[in-house]
């Protein structure tokens, strides 16, 4: 395993969803603190070949049910079509499924029945068979955490809320999920000590919980091992029967995280992993996605360090953090071939290229040219 790409110009984009499809990436939404926000634009689509590790927006087709740009929302993917759910813009919170297809571009409104979740944002999402789960988040009509369970037939388009059985995990949003077989796990988020209510008192939950979706059961899992500390708007990812987290936020203790730890689901203990080459720097509400394997993981936003002073940050008013948004891409090989080791040797020690192949110099320059959908923060003009 190991770190082997660093590529800037993607899309600068903070708690924005994506998924994959075949050897394609797509992102959506999210926002940029460097960028002026309008509520009710179209939303931004971008998709990233994996092959050559280029970006590109996706001029879809216009219609009257194109959805507004927003954050914090979700995005699964069923066969060619993306289903998106809930998230926020500045003014309102969005309930309405909104279904883009990958072959035609175009986007879609199915009608659906049922019990249909609050508009929320800060809930997960996954696919398990047929349906799509979603748990938590943060519920603006009640403002209140959430910790209930909705499911949605994708053949059907029926909404269920889900009675469970069992102790759920605590009300939280920005947790993580993913599905494996019939289970939905779910670790992290950022709950209320005076839960389900918003006191701004934030607490955070390290556990790691499954929902068995046969028998609609909450389990505790209580792994062994050494625990990450609790965190949100992390990332998570399934590889080989290990749920992989990165990254994320505990503002209790202030501390920004660019850590990978994994949980073996089979053996039910966690593990700290130290991964060679040059990771991402710390971060939270960044993409990752997974496809063979590499995991592909892009945006989200940083703390600002000292070094980094004349660049342009965002200050929000009631947070003395001071951030930067990111616009990179990092690819994360679970297996990276004796071609890729060699080509990052090349890199490292900045040998000479002049006599290599002509095929391992464009793979050089595909693993180190950057992109051109947005321009260095800190680049006038």
């Avoid at 395993?1 to 600068?12: A, L, N, S």
């Avoid at 659906?112 to 979603?134: E, F, Q």
């Avoid at 077989?181 to 000590?193: A, C, E, Q, T, W």
């Avoid at 297996?335 to 002049?354: G, M, W």
């Amino acid at each position: 395993m190991r770190w082997t790409v660093h590529i800037e110009g993607g899309p600068r984009r903070v708690n924005h969803a994506a998924v994959c499809i075949g050897d394609k990436i797509y992102s959506f939404g999210g926002y940029c603190s460097t960028e002026e926000y309008n509520d009710w634009e179209s939303i931004p689509v971008h998709v990233l070949d994996t092959s050559t590790l280029r970006w590109a927006p996706i001029n879809y087709k216009k219609n009257d049910v194109v959805p507004f740009q927003r954050y914090g929302h979700t995005a699964v993917a069923y066969g060619d079509k993306v289903y998106m759910w809930g998230g926020r813009n500045n003014a309102v919170a969005c309930d309405t499924l909104s279904c883009f297809d990958t072959k035609k571009l175009e986007w879609s409104t199915p009608a659906v029945t049922g019990m249909l979740p609050y508009a929320k944002d800060g809930h997960s999402a996954c696919i398990i068979r047929n349906k799509m789960y979603i748990f938590g988040g943060f519920e603006y009509l009640t403002d209140q955490y959430s910790q209930d369970v909705h499911c949605l037939d994708l053949d059907t388009m029926q909404w269920r809320f889900i009675n469970v059985h069992g102790t759920p995990p605590s009300h939280r949003d920005f947790h993580t999920a993913i599905a494996y077989f019939d289970r939905m796990y779910i670790f992290g988020g950022r709950g209320d000590l005076n839960s389900p209510y918003n006191s701004e008192e934030e607490i955070y939950c390290p556990q790691v919980y499954y929902l068995d979706t046969i028998s609609e059961t909450w389990v505790t899992a209580n792994p062994i091992g050494t625990w990450p500390e609790a965190r949100r708007s992390h990332s998570a990812w399934l590889y080989n029967d290990y749920m992989y987290i990165f990254g994320g936020l505990n503002a209790k203790t202030k501390t920004h995280f660019n850590d990978l730890y994994r949980y073996s689901i089979k053996g039910n203990f966690w593990e700290y992993l130290n991964v060679h080459g040059v990771g991402p720097c710390k971060r939270r509400r960044q993409a990752c996605l997974i496809y063979k394997d590499k995991v592909y993981l892009f945006g989200g936003t940083s703390p600002c360090s000292h070094n980094n002073i004349n660049r342009q940050v965002y200050d929000a008013e009631d947070n003395p953090e001071r951030l930067i948004d990111n616009n990179d891409l990092h690819v994360l090989d679970y297996a990276p071939t004796l071609k890729t080791l060699s080509i990052l040797c090349v890199l490292e020690h900045n040998l000479d290229q002049s006599s290599l192949p002509r095929d391992i110099i464009l793979d050089i320059r595909m693993m180190t040219t950057p992109n051109r959908i947005s321009r260095p923060i800190n680049q006038a003009g």
